[in-house]
């Protein structure tokens, strides 16, 4: 059994998953897991929203459940699906062998032996190694209807079925639900849950994030990098990179034995940072260059 009877143990446990993990955010991770409350969390793709319920799954030694949200997502995709090849196999087989039984048959077509279980569904069963982490991805992609059902479900966390009846979970999931916030969000929904924003890091977080992420950087890369991207999220882009982004162009940077910045290293790597073309070609030419100086300026006076 992990320890998580107080906020600097909950850290400890995303720590060892090297995930860094700020006051803030543990003390809402610790009072979800303590009071048995889902935890919204809010902000810019990126963030690390995902990240902290793989972390915290790991950290567990639970099961991950993952609910990957999209527009037009209903109920009936996210708890169960009837395995209708399957059922129509039994039907043929049955037909095949006569004297066939409607009701009977029936009666087996709509048991668990043909029940598709998806995600919610999952999370309502006993897990061997205790109540799994649910994780509901982007619930902005979705629309308030489903919401709306959501928030029924993580009431009593139970789902029904109507050939089958209400299954209850003997133990609630963790739940944390994840928004980046291209809609706002039903009050009702947040009102079910601790909410946090995760926002960019500082600095020195966001460098302390980079070593757990990427230990093989040298300390001088490391702080270019951090500041080079730190300075790009003041700029107007349509799409600022997140701390995702920061560890991937790290990594791509070691791959190409680079030690230290250049206008013409970022240049031939901005793919790994910035994931529109227009915002790739607002740092053309001088302008990376421009950055760049502003970026070790910063540094400097650090």
């Not at 600097?8 to 009072?31: K, P, W």
């Not at 039984?101 to 087996?108: G, Y």
């Not at 079910?192 to 093989?216: G, M, N, Q, S, T």
């Amino acid at each position: 059994m992990r320890d998580i009877s107080s906020i600097d143990a909950v850290q400890a446990l995303l720590a060892e998953q090297d995930y860094v993990c700020g006051r803030s955010l543990g003390t809402v991770g610790f009072l979800a897991l303590r009071l048995g409350r889902p935890l919204f969390l809010e902000g810019e793709a990126g963030t690390g929203k995902t990240e902290i319920a793989k972390a915290l799954a790991a950290a567990l030694g639970r099961r991950l459940i993952r609910l990957q949200c999209y527009e037009g997502l209903d109920a009936a995709s996210a708890v169960y699906e009837w395995n209708f090849a399957e059922q129509m196999i039994a039907i043929r087989a049955a037909e095949a062998a006569g004297g066939v039984d409607r009701e009977h048959l029936k009666d087996e077509l709509f048991t668990e032996g043909y029940l598709i279980e998806r995600p919610l569904l999952q999370a309502m069963r006993p897990q061997s190694g205790g109540p799994p982490v649910l994780l509901i991805d982007e619930i902005d992609r979705t629309d308030e209807p489903f919401e709306a059902f959501l928030l029924e479900a993580l009431s009593d966390f139970q789902v029904t079925i109507p050939e089958l009846g209400t299954i209850r979970a003997p133990e609630p999931p963790v739940v944390i639900i994840t928004s980046n916030r291209t809609r706002e969000v039903h009050d009702a929904l947040k009102r079910r849950c601790l909410y946090h924003w995760v926002d960019y890091p500082a600095f020195d977080r966001e460098i302390e994030i980079l070593h757990a992420r990427a230990p093989e950087a040298a300390e001088a890369l490391s702080r270019e990098v951090v500041a080079f991207v730190q300075r790009l999220r003041t700029e107007d882009l349509f799409k600022k990179p997140g701390v995702a982004e920061t560890i991937d162009w790290a990594k791509c940077l070691l791959a190409l034995d680079v030690i230290q910045l250049s206008p013409e290293v970022i240049a031939d790597t901005l793919g790994a940072v910035l994931k529109y073309q227009d915002d790739i070609q607002r740092l053309q030419g001088s302008e990376a260059k421009r950055l760049l100086d502003e970026a070790r300026a910063g540094l400097e006076t650090a």
